[in-house]
């Protein structure tokens, strides 16, 4: 659900029961259908749903449930006429809902009920709550309760308001999330992410349709940015190169924000707003995800924000944790050492490509990291025993890696250069002894 509303929708501000004499022999039918709103938005019959009768001009009475079928829709044969009733409405997956002020005859109710915990409420809840919202005085009031009646009438109506706004709201978040996709089928990745900010604008903290329009958004803006980067790599103009390269660095950067929202969001979710724990770990694992593809995507285009690696530092670790294919695990180690390579972190880029490394010793993409990182660190230390380290990994690279390797080049050019400028030549591995 997007946000649960308030257990009772009065059907009038106020019921006031006039006194009855006599119990009639006689009755009519009371049929209606329950309707339940979704978490995104679409409205569909509530089958299944148990509906009880009590009833509520005395304190006392029920009548037979009954029980909706597959269209939501249920059917009692006689209400006996003069009597006032409650329908108490609960069932698995939603949010129990009493619908007050039910006589016979009533052919068209309506109840709309949101996704919940399916808790269903006792009888004596019911009657407490229909006592505390509704005052059934007798005869002339006084002046006390005709300002406990206005002050209920006031309460009521500040309800029924904030019950349609949130109706109002979770169908333009619905709709915003439809738009949405509509659009990202399409391709059309500006519109995209133009309406799922504007759902994700409307409740930006609720755990119930937040993370999935930021998991849907952070996916928009990665396909926007590859998109770009392409774009800017072929621009013969420096200038709009420049340009380009700052829109994939700034989208980016925002998909990881948003992924990390999403993460944290669902983190601290109750069953309240997410009831199904599987829909939970799904959009957990969609934002962990999102958020190493979009880390990837900086390293690979060398458009990575600096002050979004501390979001990577957090959540490449998470999603170690959720992965379960040995090649991905590793893939994603590798990815948190790039990231410190790319914006310069020389010396946690070398720690992290030797845990890769320690794994998984023949990782040629480890390997070139490494290497590029020692030399770097040494460079910027005035480190001789560092720049010879880096020769040696280098070199190891460098012989085991194919042509095609898109490292192989630049490895080869670094050696060279090091060998003629700081007369730094790889050194040979020490041959193993035999036992």
């Given at each position: 659900m997007f946000r649960k509303c308030l257990l009772i929708s009065f059907a009038a501000a106020m019921l006031i029961a006039a006194g009855v004499g006599g119990v009639a022999a006689q009755g009519s039918p009371v049929r209606g259908e329950v309707k339940l709103t979704k978490a995104d938005g679409s409205v569909v019959p509530?089958?299944?749903?148990?509906v009880e009768v009590y009833?509520?001009?005395?304190?006392?009475?029920?009548?037979?449930?009954?029980?909706?079928?597959?269209?939501?829709?249920?059917?009692?044969?006689?209400?006996?006429?003069?009597?006032?009733?409650?329908l108490a409405v609960s069932g698995p997956g939603i949010s129990p809902k009493i619908?007050?002020?039910?006589?016979?005859?009533?052919?068209?109710?309506?109840?709309?009920?949101?996704?919940?915990?399916?808790?269903?409420?006792?009888?004596?809840?019911?009657r407490e709550t229909i006592a505390a919202a509704i005052n059934l005085p007798s005869g002339e009031l006084t002046a006390e309760q005709k300002k406990a009646e206005a002050e209920l009438a006031a309460k009521v109506a500040a309800v029924t308001a904030k019950n349609k706004k949130i109706d109002e709201e979770n169908a333009t978040i619905g709709r915003s999330l439809q738009e949405g996709n509509t659009a990202f089928n399409a391709k059309n990745w500006d519109q995209a992410i133009a309406s799922y900010s504007q759902g994700i604008a409307i409740a930006p903290d609720f755990a119930g349709s937040a993370p999935v329009l930021l998991n849907?958004?952070?996916?928009?803006?990665?396909?926007?940015?590859?998109?770009?980067?392409?774009?800017?790599?072929?621009?013969?103009?420096?200038?709009?190169?420049?340009?380009?390269?700052?829109?994939?660095?700034?989208?980016?950067?925002?998909?990881?924000?948003?992924?990390?929202?999403?993460?944290?969001?669902?983190?601290?979710?109750?069953?309240?707003?997410?009831?199904?724990?599987?829909?939970?770990d799904s959009q957990i694992a969609a934002a962990l995800t999102g958020a190493k593809d979009t880390f990837r995507l900086m390293t690979v285009t060398e458009q990575a924000d600096e002050t979004k690696v501390d979001l990577a530092k957090t959540m490449i670790p998470e999603y170690l944790t959720i992965e379960t294919n040995a090649a991905n695990k590793e893939a994603g180690k590798l990815i948190l050492?790039?990231?410190?390579?790319?914006?310069?972190?020389?010396?946690?880029?070398?720690?992290?490509?030797?845990?890769?490394?320690?794994?998984?010793?023949?990782?040629?993409?480890?390997?070139?990291?490494?290497?590029?990182?020692l030399v770097n660190e040494g460079f910027l230390k005035d480190d001789k025993a560092q720049l010879?380290?880096?020769?040696?990994?280098?070199?190891?690279?460098?012989?085991?890696?194919?042509?095609?390797?898109?490292f192989k080049n630049d490895a080869v050019g670094l050696l060279e250069s090091l060998k003629t400028d700081q007369k730094i030549a790889p050194q040979k591995a020490p041959p193993k002894r035999r036992p």
């Open positions: 509530a089958a299944g749903v148990l009833r509520t001009d005395t304190n006392n009475g029920t009548l037979p449930s009954a029980t909706t079928n597959k269209k939501g829709a249920f059917n009692f044969v006689q209400f006996p006429f003069g009597h006032t009733y409650a619908e007050p002020g039910v006589k016979g005859g009533r052919d068209n109710v309506v109840i709309n009920v949101s996704e919940g915990d399916g808790r269903k409420l006792t009888e004596a809840e019911v849907n958004k952070g996916a928009a803006l990665r396909e926007r940015a590859v998109i770009k980067y392409n774009e800017s790599v072929k621009a013969a103009d420096a200038n709009t190169k420049i340009e380009g390269y700052k829109a994939v660095k700034a989208d980016l950067a925002e998909a990881a924000d948003g992924y990390h929202r999403s993460w944290t969001l669902l983190k601290g979710a109750s069953a309240t707003d997410i009831p199904d724990a599987k829909v939970k050492a790039d990231l410190f390579r790319v914006t310069g972190d020389s010396a946690n880029a070398i720690a992290e490509y030797r845990k890769v490394l320690e794994a998984s010793p023949d990782n040629l993409d480890a390997m070139a990291g490494l290497g590029f990182s010879q380290d880096g020769a040696n990994v280098l070199q190891k690279f460098a012989s085991a890696a194919p042509d095609s390797h898109k």
